[in-house]
């Protein structure tokens, strides 16, 4: 059972990346998934959630508009496409199986000039 996130890396403000979190060892659709982020000076905090079956989408609000989350699953991955990045977004990103102790490895996402 785990989750592994891909898709960080260093882009400049106003840049996006997709961020992928692939799932294995239990059955993904029944879930909601989670992305979080820790910031540098920053407990981590909650980015976005999208229901099982994509039924419901929700954000923080420091992100809505800019983020959107999605999920494929037949492809059991969950998707955070981050647009007119800012430097503020730098950290480390982490996709969750929500309501649960799974959390993947997180994946670093750099926004710099």
């Known amino acids: 059972v785990q989750l592994v996130e891909s898709g960080g890396g260093l882009v400049q403000p106003g840049g996006s990346l997709r961020l992928s979190c692939a799932a294995s060892?239990?059955?993904?659709?029944?879930?909601?998934m989670n992305w979080y982020r820790h910031t540098p000076g920053k407990a981590r905090e909650f980015v976005a959630t999208i229901g099982s079956r994509s039924l419901y989408t929700n954000y923080a609000d420091s992100v809505k508009g800019r983020f959107t989350i999605s999920r494929d699953d037949g492809l059991n991955r969950v998707y955070l496409q981050m647009t007119r990045l800012k430097s503020e977004d730098t950290g480390v990103y982490y996709c969750r199986r929500a309501g649960t102790s799974l959390w993947g490895q997180g994946t670093q996402v750099t926004v710099s000039s």
């Open positions: 060892g239990f059955p993904f659709n029944f879930y909601d």
